[in-house]
């Protein structure tokens, strides 16, 4: 922690902020300048915070030298960490496709979902049981239902199922169906009591970024996880709020590059939810893989426009593979090749 003292800070407030480090168990380093006075705090700062200076006389303020997450971070782990699911390698070489629709709707549906997806050479079928929608009045999900539809698609193509955890009380009967990689959508970012649950057990997790999360606040939500024991995580990008009504997210293409330095743990893209049109999503998903991510996660409906949630950004079967043939042009020029 760094302090530094207003301009006509005393002497005994030099001395009152050196105590108070002391007291906490650090060591003080003094830098007097000609107008003004630094101190570092010298030694683990967990235990001090800017505030606990800031109110002190003479101090104008104070900052943190660490950072908020050291789990993941690649200061202290620099080679990638892969994600290993029944098999698959997710962020290593290979790029990964997950997809499926937004809603689990039905057996016929969620069926032809997953024939479409092993079809296509996608490897992970997702599908929301549980899903958070903006109106109390719009399709919730199938619930228990979908959960287990899912499992019965997912599991008759041998693909690994990938849904979203909403609420605590739901954990249980994820581990009982066996869900192969929990998702943590973008509203639940922070919820700070899901990310310690999830974090005590041993599953992979995706961790949306947050409607209006900085880096930091991501990176940081991550490290709950990882502070449990479970380093399985994802990081997955799918827009942010902006200024821009022409679509639904603005996709932060910088936020990839950026993730990628910062942290071990590998990044995937959601174009669908970025755009918010399934016209957009292949523009979005090859300026994802080239900026770096390690995969997809697309929305594919067997018929988009009779879909219950987010049909107007749903690839139909015929643009899904088109698609998944252009991707796998852009692999092979990236050197990665597409599982
Ligand atoms: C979803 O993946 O269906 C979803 C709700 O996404 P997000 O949390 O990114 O809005
Ligand atoms: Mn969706």
């Excluded at 606990?52 to 908020?68: N, Q, S, T």
């Excluded at 409906?301 to 852009?330: R, V």
Aim: glycine residues 10%; aromatic residues 4%; contains cysteine.
């Amino acid at each position: 922690m760094i302090i530094v003292m207003k301009g006509p800070a005393t002497e005994s407030d030099i001395q009152s902020v050196i105590d108070k480090i002391r007291h906490a168990g650090l060591t003080e380093h003094v830098s007097r300048g000609t107008e003004r006075t630094i101190i570092g705090a010298v030694g683990d700062e967990r235990s001090l915070s800017p505030e606990m200076f800031e109110l002190m006389p003479g101090v104008e303020r104070a900052m943190r030298v660490l950072k908020d997450y050291r789990i993941v971070a690649r200061d202290v782990h620099p080679a990638n960490t892969v994600v290993h699911v029944r098999g698959l390698a997710i962020g290593g070489p290979e790029l990964q496709i997950f997809a499926g629709p937004a809603a689990v709707e039905s057996a016929v549906q969620m069926d032809a979902a997953a024939a479409i997806v092993k079809q296509t050479g996608a490897r992970l079928l997702c599908g929301g049981a549980f899903k958070p929608r903006t109106s109390p009045y719009a399709f919730q999900g199938l619930g228990m239902e979908g959960l287990e539809l899912l499992r019965d698609s997912a599991r008759g193509q041998g693909l690994p199922m990938v849904t979203e955890l909403l609420d605590v009380r739901q954990l249980e009967a994820f581990l009982e169906y066996d869900v192969d990689v929990i998702q943590i959508g973008a509203r639940n970012m922070q919820n700070i009591g899901l990310l310690k649950e999830v974090g005590r057990i041993n599953k992979p997790v995706i961790l949306k970024r947050g409607l209006s999360a900085t880096l930091n606040e991501w990176l940081t939500a991550a490290e709950y996880i990882a502070a449990g024991g479970n380093h399985n995580i994802i990081f997955c990008e799918r827009g942010i709020r902006s200024f821009e009504p022409s679509y639904r997210n603005t996709l932060d293409i910088s936020a990839i590059p950026v993730l990628k330095r910062e942290t071990h743990l590998p990044v995937i893209v959601d174009p669908c939810h970025s755009g918010g049109k399934a016209w957009m999503a292949p523009a979005l998903a090859k300026a994802s893989l080239a900026a770096g991510a390690d995969g997809l996660l697309l929305e594919v409906h067997p018929e988009p426009a009779s879909a219950l949630c987010d049909g107007d950004q749903a690839l139909s079967p015929d643009e899904f593979q088109q698609l998944m043939t252009e991707l796998s042009s852009l692999a092979a020029a990236l050197g990665r090749p597409l599982a």
